[in-house]
């Protein structure tokens, strides 16, 4: 618009409303004086040539036009006046200055065509300039990924070349990079929601396949979209096809070293490296030192969202929760790393620090609360068998082992350590035979009546004896009144002859609900 009025054969031309709307970008010029269909020739951008015929009758109503130009994203009316209309009604000077659309009026002895072609002959001028400049800042870009350039160097290249800001946000790598021409547009970047920064500046999505990446932002509003430069525009969308070659190029390199890490990584777990071996991978590459302790973690993914039918689905969550849990482990324990195998997450983790109960007491809560956050996001199941901690590298396996048999017997917890199972390692080396007979030697009643008349009988004694004996506190887990628990014991007691009074009994007892629960 400002370089319009500056044309040399146009001096005589008034922005007489809409000044707040100079800014607004001419794409085309289009001449509208039939208004039978004329909303279908607009399609955003245009200086709209009238001669004011339809309105000379009754000028108040060309506030109407003056609004339907606006919800098309027109650049400005451009009218003639001493012909049909001597001069612009108030009202709609008005309404033209309430939405920014600029009316130009010119004087009598302007026909359409010595508009029309001066200003075409600037459009397509400026458009060659713009496409020039588009060219320039593509060629650059493409030039600075085959040179292996960063994504803060990427980012200050386009500021550089454009004089406008651009930052470029990963919400799944917590990452931010931007220029700093302008500190309303870095505060807002780093400080306000995304949704917020997505609703208020032009911006592209970084997307491979259904995985959204991040977002390339650029430092003009949406709100002023119709009035941004072809090559802004251009240079957000180059912008973005450069980033996805740039992280397409990181994630293959970082996909080619997960492989290799993750083979070497088993042939710690699964026994395919001779000790020498153990040692060096796990200095070489796991920058692991001879006095680190070790322990391995295991994590069953179990999916609970009945739409996660797909494969890749399922083992796209599986990498983002693998991350989200190594992070902890870091920050609470050392180092660490893992690998996924069937949905299973498998963590090797070292520090010189020995993994004492309040440690342990730590690491257990953090992570309790990461996997309710996880269940909750993504629909899943998670569950966690922790080995023993060692200090000879060779015993990686025995860890790995062990956390495999926390994994199995641990049902009713989220985390399981291995050398807190106590009588249930026990247990699990006993043939399953020998098993049976000691449960149906002392519940075998109570199961046959409980199929019978579904009184919960087994259920009210496991929690019973999850909870050291305490009535009341199993009645409020179960929902129900202490007398009806107790009722259920006495029941108990009278088909199996045991009393929870004697101390012998109790532990039978005990050890029949493990068996039941962990066994049968």
Same mark, same amino acid.
């Given at each position: #618009?400002?370089?319009?009025?500056?044309?040399?054969?146009? +001096?005589?031309?008034?922005?007489?409303?809409?000044?707040?709307?100079?800014?607004?970008?001419?794409?085309?010029?289009?001449?509208?004086?039939?208004?039978?269909?004329?909303?279908?020739?607009?399609?955003?951008?245009?200086?709209?040539?009238?001669?004011?015929?339809?309105?000379?009758?009754?000028?108040?109503?060309?506030?109407?036009?003056?609004?339907?130009?606006?919800?098309?994203?027109?650049?400005?009316?451009?009218?003639?006046?001493?012909?049909?209309?001597?001069?612009?009604?108030? +009202?709609?000077?008005?309404?033209?200055?309430?939405? %920014?659309?600029?009316?130009?009026?010119?004087?009598?002895?302007?026909?359409?065509?010595?508009?029309?072609?001066?200003?075409?002959?600037?459009?397509?001028?400026?458009?060659?300039?713009?496409?020039?400049?588009?060219?320039?800042?593509?060629?650059?870009?493409?030039? #600075?990924?085959?040179?292996?350039?960063?994504?803060?160097?990427?980012?200050?290249?386009?500021?550089?070349?454009?004089?406008?800001? $651009?930052?470029?946000?990963?919400?799944?790598? +917590?990452?931010?990079?931007?220029?700093?021409?302008?500190?309303? $547009?870095?505060?807002?970047?780093?400080?306000?929601?995304?949704?917020?920064?997505?609703?208020?500046?032009?911006?592209?999505?970084?997307?491979?396949?259904?995985?959204?990446?991040?977002?390339?932002?650029?430092?003009?509003?949406?709100?002023?979209?119709?009035?941004?430069?072809?090559?802004?525009?251009?240079?957000?969308?180059?912008?973005?096809?450069?980033?996805?070659?740039?992280?397409?190029?990181?994630?293959?390199?970082?996909?080619?070293?997960?492989?290799?890490?993750? =083979?070497?990584?088993?042939?710690?777990?699964?026994?395919?490296?001779?000790?020498?071996?153990?040692?060096?991978?796990?200095?070489?590459?796991?920058?692991?030192?001879?006095?680190?302790?070790?322990?391995?973690?295991?994590?069953?993914?179990?999916?609970?969202?009945?739409?996660?039918?797909?494969?890749?689905?399922?083992?796209? @969550?599986?990498?983002?929760?693998?991350?989200?849990?190594?992070?902890?482990?870091?920050?609470?324990?050392?180092?660490?790393?893992?690998?996924?195998?069937?949905? %299973?997450?498998?963590?090797?983790?070292?520090?010189?620090?020995?993994?004492?109960?309040?440690?342990?007491?730590?690491?257990?809560?953090?992570?309790?609360?990461?996997?309710?956050?996880?269940?909750?996001?993504?629909?899943?199941?998670?569950? #966690?068998?922790?080995?023993?901690?060692?200090?000879?590298?060779?015993?990686?396996?025995?860890?790995?082992?062990?956390?495999? =048999?926390?994994?199995?017997?641990?049902?009713?917890?989220?985390?399981?350590?291995?050398?807190?199972?106590?009588?249930?390692?026990?247990?699990?080396?006993?043939?399953?035979?020998?098993?049976?007979?000691?449960?149906? +030697?002392?519940?075998?009643?109570?199961?046959?009546?409980?199929?019978?008349?579904?009184?919960?009988?087994?259920?009210?004694?496991?929690?019973?004896?999850?909870?050291?004996?305490?009535?009341?506190?199993?009645?409020?887990?179960?929902?129900?009144?202490?007398?009806?628990?107790?009722?259920?014991?006495?029941?108990?007691?009278?088909?199996?002859?045991?009393?929870?009074?004697?101390?012998?009994?109790?532990?039978?007892?005990?050890?029949? #609900?493990? @068996?039941?629960?962990?066994?049968?």
């Amino acid at each position: #618009m400002a370089s319009f009025l500056k044309i040399t054969q146009f +001096n005589s031309f008034k922005l007489v409303a809409g000044k707040s709307g100079i800014t607004r970008d001419i794409k085309t010029v289009t001449v509208i004086d039939n208004l039978s269909g004329w909303e279908n020739w607009l399609y955003g951008g245009e200086l709209v040539l009238s001669s004011g015929f339809f309105w000379r009758d009754n000028p108040e109503e060309l506030e109407y036009f003056i609004r339907k130009l606006y919800t098309h994203n027109a650049a400005c009316l451009c009218i003639k006046i001493g012909r049909f209309l001597d001069h612009i009604p108030s +009202n709609v000077i008005k309404v033209s200055d309430e939405l %920014s659309l600029p009316i130009i009026t010119h004087p009598i002895n302007y026909g359409f065509a010595d508009i029309l072609i001066p200003t075409l002959s600037i459009i397509l001028k400026n458009r060659e300039l713009e496409l020039l400049k588009s060219y320039k800042i593509n060629k650059s870009l493409t030039n #600075m990924v085959a040179n292996g350039a960063s994504i803060s160097q990427i980012i200050d290249a386009l500021q550089i070349m454009t004089n406008v800001d $651009f930052a470029f946000v990963s919400p799944s790598n +917590n990452e931010c990079f931007h220029s700093s021409l302008d500190d309303n $547009f870095k505060n807002n970047i780093t400080k306000l929601p995304l949704e917020e920064n997505l609703r208020l500046y032009n911006c592209e999505e970084l997307k491979f396949g259904r995985n959204t990446y991040g977002y390339l932002f650029q430092n003009t509003f949406k709100k002023d979209t119709h009035s941004t430069p072809l090559f802004l525009k251009n240079s957000l969308i180059h912008g973005c096809t450069i980033l996805k070659l740039n992280l397409q190029q990181k994630v293959s390199n970082r996909n080619i070293e997960r492989r290799y890490k993750d =083979e070497l990584f088993f042939d710690l777990l699964l026994n395919r490296s001779s000790i020498k071996e153990v040692s060096t991978l796990l200095k070489n590459f796991f920058e692991w030192t001879p006095e680190d302790k070790f322990f391995v973690s295991i994590i069953r993914v179990e999916s609970n969202d009945v739409t996660l039918t797909s494969k890749d689905d399922f083992d796209n @969550i599986t990498n983002v929760v693998s991350l989200k849990i190594t992070k902890n482990i870091k920050e609470l324990y050392g180092n660490a790393f893992s690998a996924t195998l069937a949905h %299973s997450i498998i963590t090797i983790s070292s520090s010189e620090k020995e993994l004492s109960l309040n440690l342990r007491k730590k690491l257990e809560e953090q992570l309790s609360q990461l996997f309710n956050e996880i269940e909750l996001e993504f629909g899943i199941k998670l569950i #966690m068998g922790v080995g023993g901690v060692y200090d000879d590298a060779d015993k990686i396996r025995k860890s790995y082992k062990e956390a495999q =048999e926390a994994l199995n017997l641990g049902h009713h917890s989220s985390i399981v350590f291995f050398d807190e199972l106590g009588v249930q390692k026990l247990l699990h080396s006993l043939p399953l035979n020998e098993l049976r007979s000691f449960f149906n +030697n002392y519940l075998e009643e109570v199961l046959d009546y409980d199929k019978k008349h579904n009184l919960d009988l087994l259920k009210t004694l496991a929690k019973l004896v999850e909870n050291n004996w305490n009535y009341r506190r199993t009645a409020k887990i179960l929902g129900t009144h202490h007398n009806t628990v107790k009722y259920r014991v006495d029941t108990i007691q009278k088909l199996s002859g045991l009393s929870l009074d004697d101390h012998e009994d109790r532990l039978n007892i005990a050890l029949s #609900m493990r @068996i039941y629960l962990n066994h049968l």
